[in-house]
Structure formats: structure tokens, C-alpha cells
């Protein structure tokens, strides 16, 4: 069993940056596959960035490729989203995901795959 708190969310306005933590419990975190996801008010979630549990593979998506970073600290068993150049869309409560992979090389993008969630923590963009 694996748990997962988010935190690093708030108001912030168009252009400027947030970090997000995602901090696991367990003994395990080196073998789990991690994800960012989002959700926005009256839309579906979507996948927004995975890194594999080597840390050598990551994925992103195309909307905020090159505007934001995952990177994951296996000794503080903490995953990070780094997100730069705000916009008013990117306006969502972020989740993070995290399952087993057999691979260290392999990352998901859907969010199927994910065994344990976190409760979230909400971004706010102004313009």
C-alpha cells in the first residue's frame, strides 16, 4: 500500500512558477512508475507528465512540454512537478499517481494504469 500527499498548489498569476511535492509512504518508491495528472472544473482528467521509476524516462504533454519538469528524489521518496510559465489554463487540482512497473524504464500515461492516487492540490492561474 502506498499513499500520497500532495502539496506546493496556490494562486500564482500567468508567467510565474509553482513547485509541486508529492511525498510517498512505503518502503517501495524506487519501483513505482510516477504521474502528474489534472482536472479542471466541468473537464475530464488529464495526463500531464510520468517519469519512469529508473528516473531516466519521462513523458509530458504537449501542452505543457517545455513549461514543465518531473523529477522524483527516491532518498526523500518525494516526486516533483516543476511548473514554469503559468497560464490561466493550467487552472486544475493536480494529482499525483503512482504504480509498480516491472521496468525501469517504462512510464503510463493513462491514468488506468495507476494503482494509488493522491487527494490533490489545486492550482490557481490568474491573468
Known amino acids: 500500500q502506498v499513499q500520497l500527499v500532495e502539496s506546493g498548489g496556490g494562486l500564482v498569476q500567468a508567467g510565474g512558477s509553482l513547485r509541486l511535492s508529492c511525498a510517498a509512504s512505503g518502503r517501495t518508491f524506487s519501483s513505482y512508475a510516477m504521474g502528474w495528472f489534472r482536472q479542471a472544473p466541468g473537464k475530464e482528467r488529464e495526463f500531464v507528465a510520468a517519469i519512469s521509476w529508473s528516473g531516466g524516462n519521462t513523458h509530458y504533454a504537449d501542452s505543457v512540454k517545455g513549461r514543465f519538469t518531473i523529477a522524483r528524489d527516491d532518498a526523500k521518496s518525494t516526486v516533483y512537478l516543476q511548473m514554469s510559465s503559468l497560464k490561466p489554463e493550467d487552472t486544475a487540482v493536480y494529482s499525483c499517481?503512482?504504480?509498480?512497473?516491472?521496468?525501469?524504464?517504462?512510464?503510463?500515461?493513462?491514468?488506468?494504469?495507476?494503482?494509488?492516487w493522491g487527494q490533490g492540490t489545486q492550482v490557481t492561474v490568474s491573468s
Open positions: 499517481a503512482a504504480t509498480i512497473a516491472l521496468s525501469g524504464n517504462t512510464y503510463y500515461t493513462e491514468g488506468s494504469r495507476y494503482a494509488y
